[in-house]
Nanobody, 123 residues
Framework: QVQLVESGGGLVQAGGSLRLSCAASGNTFSTFAVGWFRRAPGKEREFVAAIGRLSYYSLYADSVKGRFTISRDSKSTVSLQMNSLKPEDTAVYYC?????????????????WGQGTQVTVDS
C-alpha cells in the first residue's frame, strides 16, 4: 500500500484559494489514480476529484467543477487547487488511492487513505 500525507489546509475567507498537496511514500503515484474526498461535520464522505494514471483524465464533483483543479506535480505528489472557496467547502479533505489503480467516484474503491487536512472557509 501507499502511505499518503495531505498538507495545505487552513482557514480562508470565502472567495479565497487554497492548494492542497498529497505526498506518497512507500510507492509513487505514477501507477495509480488518485482521488480527493471530503467529509464535513455531520455529513457523509463526499467525492471531490480524481485524476487517472494518465494525467489528461480527471473527474470532478459537480459542486466543485470549474473551481477546483486536480493535477500531478511529480511522481509522488498530487495537488488540489481550490479557488472561489465557499463556506460549504468546509470539511476535512482526504487523498486516497484505489485498490485497482483506476479512477472512481466511489470511496469504497479506495484502500489507501491519508490522515486528512482541515479546510475551513469563513463567510
Amino acid at each position: 500500500q501507499v502511505q499518503l500525507v495531505e498538507s495545505g489546509g487552513g482557514l480562508v475567507q470565502a472567495g479565497g484559494s487554497l492548494r492542497l498537496s498529497c505526498a506518497a511514500s512507500g510507492n509513487t503515484f505514477s501507477t495509480f489514480a488518485v482521488g480527493w474526498f471530503r467529509r464535513a461535520p455531520g455529513k457523509e464522505r463526499e467525492f471531490v476529484a480524481a485524476i487517472g494514471r494518465l494525467s489528461y483524465y480527471s473527474l470532478y464533483a459537480d459542486s466543485v467543477k470549474g473551481r477546483f483543479t486536480i493535477s500531478r506535480d511529480s511522481k509522488s505528489t498530487v495537488s488540489l487547487q481550490m479557488n472561489s472557496l465557499k463556506p460549504e467547502d468546509t470539511a476535512v479533505y482526504y487523498c486516497a488511492t484505489p485498490r485497482d489503480g483506476t479512477v472512481s467516484r466511489d470511496w469504497s474503491n479506495y484502500n489507501s487513505w491519508g490522515q486528512g487536512t482541515q479546510v475551513t472557509v469563513d463567510s
